[in-house]
């Protein structure tokens, strides 16, 4: 079973930047697409940014332009966040879409997801 890790939250002042990290450890075969998400108190879970494995990203509207995926391997992704906004405060979390094998299903992994809070 594949076990997701995210670092690198924190507080930062409106304006500044964060890259979050997120590693995955277990058995891996291949990838389908890696995916961060992001939940505001009080509101539902949304996709900020995502990755297929053939590496091609896309963003939410609201981070556009401000935000960067990418993935270092397999199990390493990352999220560059610049000119971070006050609304861009949350809880994220990695997400991956995996097989264990050839044969196998694919597999939805989560993180424990890493606290953002931009300041005004």
């Known amino acids: 079973q594949v076990q997701l890790v995210e670092s690198g939250g924190g507080l930062v002042q409106s304006g500044g930047s964060l890259r979050l990290s997120c590693a995955a450890s277990?058995?891996?075969?291949?990838?389908?697409?890696m995916g961060w998400y992001r939940q505001a108190p009080g509101k539902q879970r949304e996709l900020v940014a995502g990755i297929t494995s053939g590496g091609t990203t896309d963003y939410a509207d609201s981070v556009k332009d401000r935000f960067t995926i990418s993935r270092g391997s397999s199990k390493n992704y990352f999220l560059q966040m610049n000119s971070l906004k006050p609304e861009d405060t949350a809880v994220y979390y990695c997400?991956?879409?995996?097989?264990?094998?050839?044969?196998?299903?694919?597999?939805?992994?989560w993180g424990q997801g890493t606290q953002v809070t931009v300041s005004s």
């Open positions: 277990g058995s891996i075969f291949s990838v389908g697409a």
């Open positions: 997400n991956l879409v995996y097989r264990e094998s050839l044969l196998s299903h694919e597999f939805s992994a």
